[in-house]
């Protein structure tokens, strides 16, 4: 590729096939679109006019993309077992069933949300701290974290004053 107009034309030519290619890996169109768009940043960063690529390079370099996603997933499922098992470790025995309801409302999260409570309440980070870790603004941060609070607190309702109290401390 000797200039922008060729890497255009690949992408233009390209973009859609890599990303129905990854989205049938990974089964979930956000991440599809992410790595796809990743794909093609790799493929900007290494582009040689003495060594034009394609299609195919495209595939292998969204193989290698779709690995790391799988590898990312098994180790965040891991993680979420495990905070899970603390989870129940910690409950009472009067207190089981809205800590199960709790973990299943957490489960049922998606993954940026997961990470913005982890991030939040387990690691003690203010919004502008988790904002940096995960790109957004410490506003954006804050909206996702008041969503999670809105659909986890009647979960709460037998400790509501204490739950309050701590999502009231973080503001």
Known sequence: MTDDADFAA????????????????VS????????????FEIAWRKRDPREPFGLPWLYRTARNLIANEYRRRDREGALWTHIEDQVRTLSTE???EMIERLVEAIRGLSDKDREILWL??????????VGVVVGASAGTVWTRLNRVRVRLRPLLSDTARSSEEVFDERR
Do not use: K, P, Q
Request: glycine letters at 2%; aromatic letters at 12%; charged letters at 40%.
């Open 94 to 96: 009067s207190g089981s």
């Open 120 to 129: 939040t309440y387990w690691e003690d980070l203010s919004a502008a701290e």
């Open 28 to 39: 979930d169109r956000e991440a599809a679109d992410d790595l796809a768009m990743e794909c």
């Open 10 to 25: 690949l992408f233009r030519e390209h973009y859609n096939t890599v990303r129905r290619f990854i989205e049938r890996r």
